[in-house]
């Protein structure tokens, strides 16, 4: 799993080191560069473990796809993030970000999480900012998935006991 | 010296009829008291005439269709008719006043200036739908280049160079987003007057799983024949999804068509995916 992303992001890192974005002065920031080259947690989790959220989210205009796997433990504290993003440099550094922003906040923390900060953080571009974006929603959504998940589990816990 | 005489055809609107009387006597009247500068452009004349005179109040609000309509007509001093707005926009040669001059004049052989009303579709003469003959396009694309490419037109006047350039560049456009499906189906919803491109993030697990293990599925994949098959695989999904846009956009259900592209948009990036790797 972390081989196939180290190869491709080897390739790709030589295409954006070698020709800058755009014309001219335009380059990635060496936020989003050092995220592209050494990006932390990639790789899933067990999506059926209890303790795990997962968030899925896309966004169709570019064809981007994101996904973000946070695990909880019973404070409610996010003790472990995974990330799987597939699209251009930026989607991939802000999934990064994301991802190692939210590791040691508890689940109502994360959430106050702002597209607008991942974006000034990596110096997005315009054109760019729709990726934070993505990375918020992603955020988002692994939450939502992870209490849907506990709320499912506490309803069978509850009709259990009431059948006992 | 010549009057512009504007035959209503077939505009039975009176609106029309008196803003075609409106632009005949200003610009008669312009010519009586001004007859000494050539009448080329109507608006302008319109507009000065504006400041000068009184003209009643009910033709005020005849004024924007009037520039409108006068705009519309690019005189160069000969007699020419309007058209009440059906189909293309028939305007005069700005060189010769030829007639039918679309794109570029076959009497005198030079090309127009750019009209933002002229669709890609009909640049290649085909009917505004999704469909098109898989052939249809190269020929036509060649014919107008030899036309209007600015190659050709070294000895032309700057303003000539100007115009070829601009249209040549929205011909090779307009076959380009004719050719790929994708851009087709973008573009004629676009046409609908439907935006695509939103920024919206979409949460659809079902969908978006499937996307997500075709392209785990080609990042392991090794070797190009485990790729070939993934790829033909895709196309095929391509095709399916097509044809449901066809389907959904000609029964007017856009936001199933919407849903269409998004899908193909994914599937166009997988494929993109796997010819890298190959």
């Keep these: ?164 | 010296y010549t009057t512009i005489s504007l035959e209503p055809k077939a505009s039975s609107d009176p609106v029309m009829k008196k803003t075609k009387t409106l632009v005949a006597s200003i610009s008669t009247l312009y010519r009586r008291t001004y007859p000494s500068t050539s009448p080329c452009n109507p608006l302008a004349t319109i507009a000065s005439i504006r400041s000068q005179t009184q003209l009643p109040r009910e033709s005020l609000q005849h004024y924007s269709s009037a520039e409108a309509l006068a705009r519309r007509l690019r005189c160069s001093g000969r007699v020419f008719s309007s058209d009440s707005g059906a189909g293309k926009r028939v305007s005069g040669c700005w060189n010769c006043g030829e007639k039918a001059a679309f794109l570029f004049c076959e009497s005198c052989r030079s090309i127009q200036p750019v009209d933002d009303s002229v669709d890609y579709f009909q640049i290649f003469g085909l009917e505004k739908k999704y469909e098109i003959e898989p052939g249809s396009l190269e020929g036509k694309y060649k014919d107008w280049q030899k036309k209007l490419h600015p190659d050709l037109v070294h000895n032309k006047s700057q303003k000539e160079r100007d115009y070829a350039a601009e249209q040549s560049a929205k011909v090779t456009e307009a076959c380009r987003t004719l050719t790929k499906r994708l851009s087709r189906a973008m573009y004629i919803m676009k046409l609908s007057g439907i935006n695509v491109n939103e920024e919206e993030t979409i949460t659809d697990p079902t969908l978006l799983m499937e996307i997500m293990e075709l392209r785990e599925a080609i990042s392991e994949a090794d070797g190009s024949e485990a790729l070939n098959q993934i790829q033909s695989q895709v196309q095929e999904k391509l095709k399916q999804w097509s044809d449901s846009f066809v389907e959904a956009f000609e029964s007017q259900r856009f936001d199933e068509a919407v849903k269409c592209i998004q899908r193909m948009t994914y599937y166009e990036r997988a494929c993109e995916e796997i010819v890298k790797k190959l």
Excluded at chain 1, 101 to 111: A, F, M, N, R, Y
Excluded at chain 1, 157 to 163: F, I, L, R
Aim: glycine share 8%; net charge positive.
């Design chain 1, 1 to 164: 799993m972390m081989m196939m992303l180290r190869q491709t992001t080897r390739k790709a890192c030589l295409g954006l080191r070698a020709s800058p974005l755009g014309l001219g002065r335009r380059l990635y920031h060496e936020n989003v560069i050092d995220h592209f080259e050494n990006p932390r947690n990639v790789g899933s989790f067990n999506r059926n473990d209890p303790d795990v959220g997962t968030g899925l989210v896309g966004a169709p205009s570019c064809g981007d796809l994101m996904s973000l796997q946070i695990k909880v433990d019973d404070s409610g504290q996010i003790i472990d993030t995974r990330f799987k993003t597939f699209g251009c440099g930026s989607a991939i550094a802000s999934s990064s970000v994301a991802s190692e922003w939210i590791k040691g906040k508890t689940i109502e923390e994360s959430l106050t999480i702002k597209n607008a900060e991942i974006a000034k953080h990596l110096r997005l571009p315009p054109v760019k900012l729709h990726c934070s974006m993505l990375a918020e929603d992603a955020i988002k959504s692994a939450v939502r998935d992870y209490k849907e998940k506990r709320a499912k589990a506490n309803a069978a816990a509850e009709e259990e006991t009431v059948e006992a």
